[in-house]
């Protein structure tokens, strides 16, 4: 009985105080080592035109027990800084968990076609096929 408590448990991810943090940062006059003083290392790192670093701060708690111990979100916040080739600031997007609830997804869906199978499909094909049958004699005869 010494271990319970009536305290909810927060499980805290990621960088906190992401949102006090940001703050600090300036466009067109912060550069990727003030960024890392402040903040510190990304979440996550991308590349492609630019450098784009990535910092994201989300805390969880159980909720009641009619939930059946299911995780409510309290705090999700993610940042997303662009950098230059010179690591100069261009671009700083701070989102929290209500401007995420209302980004727009695209529903429309991308067909595949297979019609052509390709050398790659053909030989993975042809290698399960030895895999399930390395002797050839589940194939079917016709007498």
């Not at 009536?6 to 300036?26: A, C, I, S």
Request: proline share 2%; net charge positive; aromatic share 8%.
């Amino acid at each position: 009985m010494s271990n319970c408590t009536l305290n909810k448990v927060v499980h805290h991810h990621g960088v906190h105080n992401l949102e006090k943090k940001q703050v600090n940062l300036r466009v067109n006059e912060t550069n990727k080592n003030d960024v890392s003083k402040f903040i510190g290392p990304p979440s996550t790192k991308s590349k492609f035109d630019n450098d784009l670093y990535i910092y994201i701060e989300r805390k969880t708690t159980g909720s009641k027990l009619t939930k059946l111990g299911k995780k409510r979100i309290l705090l999700n916040n993610v940042l997303v800084l662009e950098f230059d080739n010179k690591g100069m600031l261009i671009s700083k997007k701070f989102y929290n968990k209500d401007q995420m609830n209302k980004l727009k997804f695209d529903d429309s869906n991308t067909s595949l076609n297979y019609t052509k199978r390709s050398f790659v499909n053909d030989f993975l094909f042809s290698l399960k096929q030895r895999i399930d049958d390395p002797l050839g004699k589940k194939r079917t005869r016709s007498d």
